[in-house]
T-cell receptor
Framework: RKEVEQDPGPFNVPEGATVAFNCTYS??????FFWYRQDCRKEPKLLMS???SGNEDGRFTAQLNRASQYISLLIRDSKLSDSATYLC????????????FGTGTRLTVIP | DGGITQSPKYLFRKEGQNVTLSCEQN?????MYWYRQDPGQGLRLIYY???????QKGDIAEGYSVSREKKESFPLTVTSAQKNPTAFYLC????????????FGEGSRLTVL
């Protein structure tokens, strides 16, 4: 089992739709979680950090379910500019390499 | 403006040549990292450094080398020993080690001919 797993998509949604992605992680001791946005052939940029049950920033909401070991990202009222790949990152706090990246979920918002 | 700068953006290399990728940050961050990204795979850690003159191997360090002589700089050398070097290389920094809130450079795309 991979440490961090994401549905690769692609998710194709119309403008204005609500879309949600899930990310599952293998280490129950993980304490911090992050969503990054990566545009095509660009670097990842931090979208949101999650340290407790969830976080909200405008149209974006991240929710953490520790019992089932997944974190979700909800995007409301999708914009064309939301089209990107969304990377889930989990801090496993293992002492060595602590940050594990998912392969990303690709979102395309269609006019 | 504070940020992290990588160069070159694109690099072509013949087999058997070493190449060095530059990474400079002016964010006053202690921790710096090098990742490699291949299509369909998550970012994989090559090397990381928590402090000047100290660095540690990541998950895929074979065929790579780094140095950290200054806080601001963390260059990566891709040696001829790296069997499959064609990839997108990303340098990142963070205030503390493993905080998860990483700032990335724009990346260097290396192609071996």
């Amino acid at each position: 089992r991979k440490e961090v797993e994401q549905d690769p998509g692609p998710f194709n949604v119309p403008e204005g739709a609500t879309v949600a992605f899930n990310c599952t992680y293998s280490n129950s001791a993980s304490q911090s979680f992050f969503w990054y946005r990566q545009d095509c052939r660009k670097e990842p940029k931090l979208l949101m950090s999650v340290y407790s049950s969830g976080n909200e920033d405008g149209r974006f909401t991240a929710q953490l379910n520790r019992a089932s070991q997944y974190i979700s990202l909800l995007i409301r009222d999708s914009k064309l500019s939301d089209s990107a790949t969304y990377l889930c990152v989990v801090n496993f706090q293992t002492g060595a390499n602590n940050l594990f990246f998912g392969t990303g979920t690709r979102l395309t918002v269609i006019p | 403006d504070g940020g992290i700068t990588q160069s070159p953006k694109y690099l072509f290399r013949k087999e058997g040549q070493n190449v060095t990728l530059s990474c400079e940050q002016n964010l006053n961050h202690d921790a710096m990292y090098w990742y490699r990204q291949d299509p369909g795979q998550g970012l994989r850690l090559i090397y990381y450094s928590q402090i000047v003159n100290d660095f540690q191997k990541g998950d895929i360090a074979e065929g790579y080398s780094v140095s950290r002589e200054k806080k601001e700089s963390f260059p990566l050398t891709v040696t001829s020993a790296q069997k499959n070097p064609t990839a997108f290389y990303l340098c990142a920094s963070s205030r503390g080690l493993w905080t998860g809130e990483l700032f990335f450079g724009e990346g260097s795309r290396l192609t071996v001919l």
